[in-house]
């Protein structure tokens, strides 16, 4: 169980275009930091890299969604797994 220092949403963060990385001041005086990759990923922990602080993001995942569909594999190809 993860005990967050804040609970701040993603309108609130900086996003730099170079790193595709959201940043937020941190009270240690470093940043915040989370990537577009994670917010993708459904992650919603912004870690800060100089402290152990850690905080929630509240953000709409569907904005987020990279859109990658994985399809399930056929019965043909799950039948011939079990048998080999």
Known sequence: ??????TIE????????D???????????DRFAISKEDLE????VATCPSC??????IYDKELYMSGEIVEAPSAAAKLELVQS
């Open 41 to 44: 990923n459904g992650e919603e």
């Open 52 to 57: 152990s602080l850690i905080v929630k993001v």
């Open 19 to 29: 790193t595709e990385t959201y940043h937020f001041p941190c009270p240690c005086g």
């Open 10 to 17: 993603i309108e609130d963060f900086e996003y730099d275009e």
């Open 1 to 6: 169980m993860s005990i967050f220092h804040d």
